[in-house]
């Protein structure tokens, strides 16, 4: 009887995703998986945070334990207080500092909307399926930079 040899995967690919807004980022979860699931060779972990802050942190231990990229998904909704404001600015930063400090991409699957309809419809509504997106924007620039490394 031959051995079979086991098929490493290609890539590891973390999904990390906000609690807060449940709704709308279960959504965001459903449609980044499913599109990574379609991909040959991706190893995919979830990781479930609580809210939209704690993204840039989380994707910065997962990215320290060897995946190849994260797809960021939340959604901020704007309220009456200036604390969307913050939120927003907090996390942006947060994402790009560290794709700048480790080199691997992190795909910006966050919603920032003035109000629930708005983010509807960026899952699945009139506006397209924004998880769907950043699972493949994810993917993408890990080809490209993979495509860039080897061209010296």
Not at 102 to 131: M, S, W, Y
Request: hydrophobic share 35%; with cysteine; charged share 30%.
């Amino acid at each position: 009887m031959k051995s079979k040899k086991i098929k490493k995967p290609k890539f590891k690919i973390a999904v990390v995703v906000s609690r807060f807004n449940e709704e709308i980022t279960d959504k965001l979860q459903d449609g980044a998986i499913e599109y990574l699931e379609e991909c040959d060779g991706v190893h995919i972990e979830l990781f479930r945070v609580p809210g939209a802050v704690e993204i840039p942190l989380t994707c910065q231990w997962v990215l320290n334990r060897g995946f190849d990229g994260v797809v960021a998904l939340g959604a901020v909704i704007r309220g009456e207080t200036s604390h969307y404001d913050y939120v927003c600015n907090s996390v942006t930063d947060g994402i790009t500092q560290l794709m700048l400090k480790t080199n691997k991409p992190i795909a910006f699957g966050i919603l920032t909307t003035e109000n629930e309809e708005q983010a509807l419809d960026r899952v699945g509504g009139k506006h397209g399926h924004k998880g769907r997106d950043a699972a493949q924007t994810v993917m993408e620039m890990i080809g490209l930079g993979k495509s860039l490394s080897k061209k010296k």
